[in-house]
């Protein structure tokens, strides 16, 4: 059954958890990404492999971590390699099926901006950079990314191009002849888009509950397109909820109580 | 042979204005006591290498030890931005800051051609990305075999690595376990390496493959109980992430920085002292 | 995930004519069963890829199973030549043999390199030597930053890895270790993987940073106790140094190695049969 | 004091070992030279670190290992490593400060072969192979080889260059660009070998007790040249044989006492 109330950034994690197939190998960062693949581990997926790039494989954090090094996906992981080694034979080595992402900015392809806003010499806001997402973007067989939609993050044009999606469109990102085939779904706190399957232009798929089209055209910075058929997301079930809300309990917790130095 | 000194000595014995410095660790095992040192004997000019300059490089780019910067994610974990570092980015505050960078798997592969003595690495990334088009580092290589185009890399070759570790023996061999990150290529990527660790015992025992650094790859080994808070040392205390936090705050005005600095670093002989007035300060609420 | 099936099945379902076969094991858990199944099975025009041949390849070689051999060194540890190889590389049999050869320090590259999916591997070696004449897998390149010449190899990818490590879990995650060779990565350099295991256990008690191969990484796990002999297992048995050299006369004549051939594999079930026979056949003297 | 009996392979062996400094970073093949780095470990250089190409760095064997790989090596060794790792952050990292070859035929700017006897397509004899040594050649900072003295073996032209030495002598191994020193002694059961200085043609530079330069031109297939001032091997003293002989003889039990399948 479908719970009553829930909020737009819970739909968003539930929605992005659901793209998660059990047994999935799943490269997760830190934040929204990890939240929902912990999510999916707990509900749908309970066989799902999740590889942080500090090292573990096949991490089951009892909380979510604060950082991506936390000591507890250590303990739970399978193993725990270094992180050169994770880059080069589990990412690169073509053993990641999903790679999950999120962003600063995001234009109509799917590319993404982690690096500046402003001119790149002399940024008005310098972001945190790169992470491992240009690796990312090139190796994991497919990419998912999650964020918040709004007219600023969802851009005509990027400021900086830091991780390639499907570049200009069309069959420009394979003539780039990278391993992976790039993102296949952008899952915000109003919809889900997937890339045109000729033009790679991101298309609205799936409304969450109660969400305009015209609230999603408000909030993106080109003017979106809508699939022939778009599909109005299941509402989060009671379960989906309750176990995410137990987790970010647990989390909170776990983390007030870390020690003060 | 690594000498096993006092962290002071062994920093003003290997870490010289103007070197280009690797302080690794991720997230896990970050040597906070020789961050604070570095600032303490008030090093210049440094070239601050590393993947996630995360707090420790926020201190030393605010106290003014750093040139440039090279790096693949420069926020605060689980919190936020760097602010020092931006600002040194953004406004050139206390100096500009010249800055190199790369994505992970990019650096952690320099990192291991590093350590293997080859001057590039070579990866499977930046199709498509403008990251090449603004550093001259990253360049493109083809396949002698295939013919296929991949992204290279200049190797990482540090003149200085600094990491900590939970173990040293008294000869000076080290064991660190847990998240590795990419600390042992760092130290086998350098021309020298220092590392702090909790303990020193009279034996390792270590477990077979276990990730250890023998004495003679190192030049110095210094015991610093706790010396990787506020992150933490596996199998002996957890991260401080109210601190991670509480630098928010602390960094985001440049007055409350250079006192937090000064009272805290500057004014405190060592790590152990520093540790003592934090407590305090943590009592008093300002932290 | 693995399958936890039959040595028999293992070998039938994923070894087959003609494939690429990587056998690894740096003279500590050298895939001996594996090697005898695939005899058993009579496989074809094999490409066996191996640092070290050693006995296990010796008697793939004059078993007529191989088409092409890609080595580093081909002797018998501690005893002298491999007869059988010899005999094909220098005398055509049971059938002529292609051999590829490069140096350790190469072929462990690229298996390196295979695993990281990239198509060649780039190493300081070769520059005088006549290797590069005669292997065309061997070339040279240019370091885009400084201009210095290093050897390239192409990754090796192989359609199937097989090793033998001490222990799987039930859900056929494995875990090695002691001398580690370059097993893991022939195992992730490998389009498939089997893995022969000493005993299958409810939890690996894997120690931190272990070498540990999850089983979503292998085709099949095979409970197949004493699977390294004559070669050893870490915490199991030791080394059969008696039988490496009864190998010395056993394979320097053609007929005395078809006949071991004969009664030891061919003639048998499996494994454990062979022990069982080789017990008796060493009370015999015969060994 | 000197011994009285001893034999030309102990002489070989104990003037090979006592080459190796205490302290100094040994790349050790099975055979002589790892009895030779053994010897010197348990004689005059305690603290010498001995790499086996197998993974075991600090390896501190009982009896001597039969195969590269024995357990012996890892079980008292400081740490085991891949083999890939052995390769390239230790030996190719520039960390090995000797490497300790043997060969089956050597000429006079010590460059060796260890591949084949007659024509490479179809040898009269075929050998096991390059192994290590390619890489070792390129990479130790210095090079010993230690092997017995015969014309077949010290040749005027190798049937193929395996390994290189000093190549065509002068600098015409520094023209190679290679970062090691390449090999700085040959020891042989007849005397010590060493580059000469310009022209870097392996000179005899000391003569073991009671050879005459008669027996070693004899045991070289060109015209071997003489340092100006060769002197004499100092003989095996007592402890040095007594710990060699000790050594093989714990050797010998432990392998032959190796279980049957």
């Known amino acids: 059954m479908s719970a009553a109330n829930y909020n737009t950034t819970e739909m968003m994690i539930i929605a992005a958890s659901r793209l998660l197939t059990n047994g999935a190998v799943c490269f997760v960062g830190i934040g929204l990404p990890s939240t929902a693949a912990n999510l999916a581990r707990l509900t749908h997926a309970p066989d ?38 994770i880059f080069r034979y589990w990412l690169q080595g073509g053993r990641v099926d999903v790679g999950f992402l999120g962003a600063a900015q995001i234009d109509r392809f ?20 790169a992470g491992g997402a240009p690796e990312i973007a090139s190796c994991a067989k497919a990419v998912v990314l999650v964020l918040k939609q709004s007219a600023r993050a969802f851009v005509k044009k ?18 780039l002849g990278l391993p992976g085939a790039g993102p296949v779904a952008v899952v915000t706190d109003l919809c889900i888009m997937k890339p045109h399957e000729v033009s790679r232009e991101l298309t609205v798929t799936q409304l969450h509950p109660g969400v305009t089209r015209e609230q999603v055209q408000k909030a993106t910075g080109w003017e979106i397109r809508f699939a022939e058929i778009v599909q109005e997301s299941v509402p989060p079930t009671e379960n989906e909820l309750k176990v995410l809300r137990d987790l970010l309990h647990r989390t909170a917790l776990a983390h007030g109580q870390a020690p003060a130095a | 042979m690594a000498e096993i000194v006092s962290l002071q000595s062994a920093i003003r014995a290997h870490v010289h204005d103007g070197d280009a410095v690797a302080m690794e660790g991720f997230t896990h095992l970050i040597p906070f006591a020789a961050g604070h040192e ?21 201190q030393l780019i605010g106290a ?55 001057p590039f690495a070579v990866l499977r990334a930046y199709a498509g990305s403008e990251l090449p088009k603004h550093n001259k580092n990253i360049r493109f290589i083809e396949c002698p075999f295939t013919g296929e185009t991949l992204a290279a890399v200049p190797s990482i070759r540090p003149d200085v690595a600094v990491i900590h570790a939970q173990k040293a023996d008294r000869k000076g061999n080290v064991l660190l376990w847990g998240i590795l990150g990419v600390q042992k290529e760092a130290v086998l990527a350098a021309k020298r390496a220092i590392v702090t660790v909790e303990e020193i015992v009279d034996n390792l025992n270590a477990p077979p493959n276990a990730c250890v650094l023998p004495s003679w790859t190192l030049a110095a080994v210094c015991h610093v109980p706790g010396g990787a808070r506020p992150s933490y040392a596996h199998g002996y205390y957890d ?7 509480a630098w928010d705050e602390i960094s985001r005005d440049r007055q409350t920085f250079l006192s937090w600095i000064k009272k805290h670093i500057l004014a405190t002989e060592d790590f152990s002292a520093f540790q003592k007035v934090l407590r305090e300060s943590a009592k008093e609420q300002l932290v």
Request: aromatic fraction near 6%.
């Open chain 2, 64 to 118: 003014g030890c750093a040139r440039k910067l090279i790096f693949s994610w420069g926020g605060n974990p689980g919190v936020g931005s760097l602010h020092r570092l931006r600002d040194a980015v953004e406004k050139d505050w206390p100096q500009p800051l010249e800055i190199e960078e790369h994505g992970h798997g990019d650096l952690s592969n320099a990192y291991v051609s590093g350590a293997s003595n080859l």
């Open chain 1, 110 to 129: 799917a590319n993404i901006n982690t690096t500046v806003i402003g001119d790149y010499k002399k940024p008005t806001t310098r972001l945190p950079g």
């Open chain 2, 38 to 58: 570095v600032i303490r004997q008030r090093r210049k000019d440094l070239t601050l290498i590393r993947m996630t300059p995360d707090v420790i490089y926020d």
């Open chain 1, 158 to 175: 990027l400021d900086f191009l830091t991780s390639v999606g499907h570049l200009d469109g069309g069959d420009s990102r394979k003539k």
């Open chain 1, 48 to 85: 799902i492999v999740l590889i942080y790039e500090s090292g573990p494989i096949g991490a089951k954090p009892e909380v979510l971590p604060l950082s991506i090094g936390d000591g507890d996906l250590a303990e739970r992981a399978d193993t725990v390699v270094s992180t050169p080694e």
């Open chain 2, 239 to 245: 991260r401080d992430n109210r601190f991670y936090q």
